[in-house]
């Protein structure tokens, strides 16, 4: 689907037609940025998709009663009068996509919209929001002094084409989690840090050798979703040294993605390293968790968030009593040394999301101070509260994290080194296209098949071989 027809469907279905004149142009127009600069009553609102007693109740809570009494009271400080108000929702997030570009596209919507970093490209480009610098000026934009607490490469959640568009609100990572006690029984290190995809393809060999243990596990296929393309194909193919999409075309069957199917075609068929039951299962991630939790798993790449919500042994979901002395992690290699972007070693894949102002404000400037209000440390610490996990700032994530090992490796060493999937209209489909080619090799089909299969289906969704490189 291309943009022009996702965002007319999306409004469809809210409000029957909606004229969108914006789309395919860079930026919205945005009025000037010094409007109401000097304004001593002021009214701004936030959206997000949470809601108190629902969905990310934590994340409304914190809005409702720590970022709007502390944004009002600093503002009376300086003899404003703000007003804060709060559009909570508590929707499937398509829905609420669907609701926020309708709002957009019709010069509505909340002063300060969080968003899925996933959706700033088709936004970007439909005109439904602007660089901040245009709605806020270069020089103020540049001046914050929160950048340099933000990695360049989690900068990127927020930035498109060069041009940065809002503010990480906090993002995840990708390792490699492997089972100690598994290991030190089939001989292999405690601190073991595969250079390539053949140190994990012989790690794995040597686990296969223990009875009942299933080596290895890389998502693939429809039945894992996302979590196939994220925690299996794209880290593999930064692994490679090329992206998904470079310069405006999408990776179609080169090379590189030859190399990542004939990696699953080891795992799954001729060597039988992994489960390709698992791939086929509509539960299949689940039971992966459980077996990695009851020591029947020995190697299995996922986020952070297998560590914080599955095996945590106080609250996870598949809960592994002795999760902090048996459970190690690595960084996901490059195919070999030097192989990733720019002669990396090691690549990762993140998620996330942030703030980005209405390009329609009234109040540009003050609804900037907001968002560099609920962007700094004191503000993300809040809103973290008690339970650990990655923010954009590094100040706050060596504060917070430091008890918590797993989640400091990935602030210190994985986020240096990571990528987020491009924000764009097509690569929801894209993706979809990468499971299936990713799910035929793991049920048996060669890597050859499944790349050609996938190149006639990337075609015919971005338009052609010539929005395609090899």
């Known amino acids: 689907m291309t943009r022009t027809r996702f965002f007319a469907a999306a409004a469809g279905l809210l409000a029957g037609t909606v004229a969108l004149s914006a789309c395919g142009s860079s930026s919205a127009p945005s009025q000037a940025t010094d409007q109401n600069a000097d304004a001593k009553e002021v009214t701004l609102t936030i959206t997000a998709n949470s809601i108190s007693g629902g969905k ?23 003899g404003v009068t703000a007003k804060v108000n709060f559009q909570p929702n508590g929707v499937d997030d398509q829905a609420y996509k669907t609701k926020v570009s309708l709002d957009l596209s019709t010069g509505q919507g909340a002063d300060v919209t969080s968003i899925d970093g996933i959706w700033l490209g088709e936004f970007a480009d439909a005109g439904y929001i602007s660089p901040l610098e245009d709605i806020v000026g270069k020089d103020k934009v540049q001046a914050w002094d929160g950048w340099k607490q933000i990695k360049p490469a989690v900068q990127q959640l927020t930035t498109y084409e060069g041009k940065q568009y809002g503010v990480p609100d ?24 595969p250079k390539s995809w053949d140190d994990i393809l012989d790690a794995a060999r040597k686990l296969k050798k223990l009875p009942d243990v299933t080596p290895l596990q890389i998502n693939a296929g429809k039945a894992m ?23 405006g075309k999408w990776q179609g069957n080169s090379q590189g993605v030859q190399d990542v199917l004939n990696f699953y075609s080891k795992v799954y068929g001729s060597e039988q390293l992994g489960d390709p039951l698992l791939q086929q299962d509509a539960k299949g991630r689940d039971k992966s968790f459980q077996e990695f939790s009851q020591n029947k798993l020995g190697i299995l790449i996922e986020s952070d968030y297998l560590w914080r919500s599955v095996i945590n042994p106080v609250k996870g979901v598949s809960p592994m009593a002795n999760r902090d002395s048996a459970v190690g992690w690595a960084k996901i ?34 609804a900037w101070e907001l968002l560099q209000f609920m962007s700094s440390a004191d503000a993300i610490k809040a809103r973290i509260g008690s339970t650990p996990q990655i923010s954009a700032r590094d100040d706050v994530n060596g504060e917070i994290l430091k008890s918590d090992p797993l989640l400091n490796f990935i602030s210190t060493e994985v986020l240096p080194v990571t990528a987020f999937r491009p924000g764009l209209a097509d690569y929801t489909q894209v ?28 075609e015919g969704i971005v338009g052609g071989s010539d929005k395609t490189f090899k």
């Open 431 to 458: 993706s979809a296209a990468l499971q299936d080619a990713s799910g035929m090799v793991a049920s048996g089909k060669s890597a050859a098949d499944a790349g050609s299969s996938y190149q006639k289906a990337l």
């Open 225 to 247: 979703g996302e979590a196939a393309t994220m925690q299996g194909f794209l880290p593999l193919l930064q692994g490679t040294g090329q992206p998904i999409n470079k310069d």
């Open 333 to 366: 290699p490059a195919q070999s040394s030097g192989k990733g972007p720019n002669g990396a070693d090691f690549v990762s894949m993140s998620g996330g999301s942030g703030e980005v102002i209405n390009p329609k404000t009234k109040y540009p400037q003050q």
């Open 170 to 193: 906090g993002t995840d990572g990708r390792v490699i989690y492997f089972n100690k006690t598994l290991f030190a029984q089939a001989g292999l290190p405690a601190d073991w840090q």
């Open 56 to 78: 990310n109740a934590a994340g409304a809570d914190w809005i409702t009663n720590y970022v709007i009494p502390k944004f009002e009271e600093a503002e009376k400080a300086k």
